[in-house]
């Protein structure tokens, strides 16, 4: 049955690319992609609400940020399913000296209100190259496949409550990683992949985390950040973003968008949730803002709505997120970061840290080159062959 999807997936994918060019450093290959995925089907949800208006907004994230939503909001108004083509907008890279290292591609999905730059910022700043994980891996001599997840940079803006929630990404990746796996892959600038090693930064570490869960064939291993996998700060983390509808806050940017498309109000309210002080530039900080992509209502009213077995995926985890995480971990991980070996008790090795001095995006602050370091040590000792 998988080789038979692989097949009908690149039977049915066409891209439209750029020219494939060395990276600045001259050390890898990169090509971008548009990838026609057909026929894509989850479970999804009903929501028992909708955006049309900021006060709605504001009324979606007093229910949720609220102290006793657990037992007074339910987002969720019953079952359905979506199915849908959707186009995915991609890069892959590859260094440029080919060595069975190559033939591991780390997959990396990124988390909300961004795109898949946040793997490869275009910082012009002095040092700017320190906060790249792709630069990073490809030196080590992986492969490297970055993706806007649906909803967001280039790829398809779908209906943001009723099919761009969660279940819909977890299948999406799956997709993607069963091409770049499939022999003679059109994604993958001829380079036999024999390995996937995942990498998510906070939502989208929840949909590599579920992938692993529900497609362990598909994920050598993964290395989670901006993570806890614990909601117990989700509402201090949804009040602290003042929502805005996306189309309003700025028509010159995202004025086509649907009004269920939302992003935090500016600048500092993206830094609350991002980063902490002493231990980031504010150029940076600037650049977030500057590319930020909104996210669809539907992605976070569906988060944790559906089951994944975790508790059964074998093969290598690390969790590795900032000190000051307030998502994940409400400001503080250390100890708190821990309870995250309850989720995936079956894992080996499984790795846990939340020590390093940074806030919620790990790749953003000051030596994040010793996340990379530690990131990517992880995969050199854990790899696995599917």
């Keep these: 049955?998988?080789?038979?999807?692989?097949?009908?997936?690149?039977?049915?994918?066409?891209?439209?690319?750029?020219?494939?060019?060395?990276?600045?450093?001259?050390?890898?290959?990169?090509?971008?992609?548009?990838?026609?995925?057909?026929?894509?089907?989850?479970?999804?949800?009903?929501?028992?609400?909708?955006?049309k208006t900021q006060f709605d907004v504001n009324d979606w994230t007093i229910n949720e940020a609220r102290r006793d939503s657990a037992t007074t909001f339910n987002p969720i108004a019953g079952p359905s399913t979506t199915t849908g083509d959707f186009s995915i907008s991609a890069r892959f890279c590859?260094?440029?000296?080919?060595?069975?290292?190559?033939?591991?591609?780390?997959?990396?999905?990124?988390?909300?209100?961004?795109?898949?730059?946040?793997?490869?910022?275009?910082?012009?700043?002095?040092?700017g190259a320190q906060y790249s994980l792709t630069q990073a891996a490809l030196a080590r001599g992986y492969s490297v496949f970055t993706y806007d997840r649906l909803g967001t940079g280039q790829s398809t803006k779908a209906d943001p409550h009723n099919v761009v929630q969660f279940p819909i990404q977890v299948e999406i990746l799956a997709a993607l990683t069963r091409l770049l796996l499939a022999p003679n892959s059109t994604?993958?600038?001829?380079?036999?992949?024999?390995?996937?090693?995942?990498?998510?930064?906070?939502?989208?570490?929840?949909?590599?985390?579920?992938?692993?869960?529900?497609?362990?064939?598909?994920?050598?291993?993964?290395?989670?950040?901006?993570?806890?996998?614990?909601?117990?700060?989700?509402?201090?983390?949804?009040?602290?973003?003042?929502?805005?509808?996306?189309?309003?806050?700025?028509?010159?940017?995202?004025?086509?968008?649907?009004?269920?498309?939302?992003?935090?109000?500016?600048?500092?309210?993206?830094?609350?949730e991002d980063f902490k002080t002493p231990y980031f530039d504010h150029a940076v900080a600037e650049w977030v803002t500057t590319t930020k992509s909104p996210y669809a209502v539907g992605e976070l009213a569906t988060l944790g709505q559906t089951f994944y077995n975790f508790s059964s995926y074998t093969k290598p985890v690390q969790v590795y997120s900032g000190r000051f995480d307030m998502?994940?971990?409400?400001g503080q991980c250390v100890g708190f970061i821990d309870g995250a070996a309850a989720i995936w008790p079956s894992a080996k090795p499984l790795s846990i840290s939340g020590d390093f001095l940074a806030g919620h995006s790990v790749n953003l602050h000051h030596n994040a080159s010793a996340a990379f370091k530690a990131m990517l040590d992880f995969v050199d000792q854990n790899k696995v062959l599917l």
Excluded at 21 to 49: D, E, H
Excluded at 99 to 126: E, F, I, R
Excluded at 241 to 248: E, F, P
Excluded at 327 to 330: A, F, I, K, L, P
């Design 327 to 330: 998502s994940g971990c409400g």
């Design 187 to 272: 994604y993958t600038l001829k380079t036999p992949i024999k390995s996937t090693f995942h990498f998510g930064h906070s939502y989208g570490s929840f949909v590599a985390a579920s992938l692993a869960a529900q497609y362990p064939e598909l994920a050598g291993g993964i290395s989670l950040s901006g993570y806890s996998g614990l909601f117990d700060f989700f509402n201090v983390f949804i009040a602290g973003w003042q929502s805005r509808i996306a189309a309003q806050l700025d028509p010159s940017r995202w004025g086509k968008l649907q009004s269920g498309y939302l992003t935090p109000v500016d600048i500092y309210a993206d830094s609350y």
């Design 94 to 127: 590859t260094p440029v000296k080919q060595t069975n290292v190559s033939q591991t591609v780390l997959v990396m999905t990124h988390g909300l209100g961004a795109d898949k730059t946040y793997w490869d910022p275009s910082l012009t700043l002095a040092g």
């Design 1 to 51: 049955m998988a080789s038979a999807l692989i097949a009908a997936l690149l039977l049915t994918s066409s891209s439209l690319a750029q020219a494939s060019v060395p990276s600045p450093a001259n050390i890898s290959n990169c090509q971008f992609f548009t990838i026609p995925l057909k026929n894509i089907s989850a479970p999804s949800f009903k929501l028992s609400f909708e955006i």
